[in-house]
């Protein structure tokens, strides 16, 4: 039980403070915040719920759209912010969207609203639902130096905490 908790910890906290305070609603409150823990609380209990109620077919399965969906989504962004002094905000945050995007709407278009379609001949470039993640990678990578590139520079701090980062 106190793995389990500790993860639901995570989760709340992770979308409470670190996506909503501190992306999308800075000026949110403490007791807000809360709330939106709560929220995303119960949403991830109900949803590993349904999982345990209907466990998915292949647990391989559903493993792989989650690496694929990390790779989509957080890969480019991680690895750009340590090897790139160039990367800003916004250029992490619109390739991490896109690259989300891209593969969630590919996994939820095959596996999901048009099942009769999953098969190599309707896919993208042959690529399965469980393999779109690569591509998403590489369209997050694009998206995150175009939008960097066409913005401000990162500060001159972030510059400096990019050097310390690759220090042994």
């Known amino acids: 039980m106190s793995t389990a908790a500790g993860l639901l910890l995570v989760i709340s906290s992770s979308i409470s403070h670190d996506l909503l305070k501190k992306t999308f609603m800075p000026k949110i409150n403490e007791r807000q915040e809360l709330f939106y823990a709560r929220c995303s609380a119960a949403v991830a209990i109900i949803v590993a719920g349904l999982f345990g109620i209907y466990p998915p077919a292949f647990v391989a399965q559903v493993v792989a759209f989650a690496f694929g969906l990390a790779a989509s989504t957080i890969f480019p962004a991680l690895f750009l912010g340590i090897f790139s002094k160039r990367l800003n905000k916004e250029g992490a945050i619109a390739g991490m969207l896109a690259g989300l995007i891209f593969t969630a709407s590919y996994i939820i278009y095959f596996k999901f609203l048009f099942s009769e379609l999953d098969s190599s001949s309707y896919w ?45």
């Open 124 to 168: 993208l470039l042959g690529i399965s639902p469980e393999g779109i993640g690569f591509l998403g990678m590489i369209i997050n990578f694009l998206t995150a130096i175009v939008i960097s590139s066409a913005s401000s520079k990162p500060p001159i701090e972030v510059g400096k905490m990019v050097d310390k980062i690759r220090l042994p």
